[in-house]
């Protein structure tokens, strides 16, 4: 996977925390099945800079958030149950809850952003699209 602006290490942090986040399953594919890295790294290519830097301070700051919880090892390496009941954990605390709603929400809008997930929900955007175009046109809207 080519990345712009994301590291190796950066992109597997996302893609744990996404994994954690969405637990896809039921049909749906894992996170590297999907564009939600490569979402989440063309969205932060076209950030001011400023906010590129705080995501990416978020994202270590991911990592290391069950070490600041007492867990036992950083986010990548604990099983998925944990890595659970660290961001419940963490969405528990006062200080860090809009900073986990703002990494959950992320990691919702990378993966079910995907064209792909979008269609196997029943949402086909491409028809939305085309549909459109033609009550436009049938209207004479602009």
């Known amino acids: ?9 950066e992109a597997s942090i996302f893609a744990c925390l996404c994994d954690t986040v ?3 399953g039921n049909g749906l594919p894992p996170v590297p099945g999907t564009d939600a890295v490569r979402f989440f790294d063309f969205w932060l290519e076209r950030s001011p800079r400023l906010n590129r830097v705080g995501l990416r301070a978020l994202l270590y700051l991911t990592e ?3 070490r600041l919880l007492g867990f036992r090892a950083r986010l990548r390496a604990l099983p998925e149950a ?3 009941r660290v961001l419940e954990a963490a969405e528990g605390s006062r200080r860090a809850r809009a900073l986990v709603k703002l990494m959950k929400g992320i990691a919702f809008l990378s993966y079910y952003g995907d064209d792909g997930i979008m269609r196997r ?3 086909d955007p491409d028809e939305r ?8 046109a049938t209207e004479r809207r602009p």
């Not at 996977?1 to 290490?9: A, C, I, Q």
């Not at 699209?129 to 436009?136: C, T």
């Open 64 to 66: 290391l958030a069950p």
């Open 121 to 123: 929900l029943g949402y």
């Open 22 to 24: 969405v637990a896809p």
């Open 82 to 84: 944990e890595r659970v």
């Open 1 to 9: 996977m080519t990345l712009s602006v994301l590291t190796p290490r």
């Open 129 to 136: 699209i085309r549909v459109a175009r033609e009550l436009r």
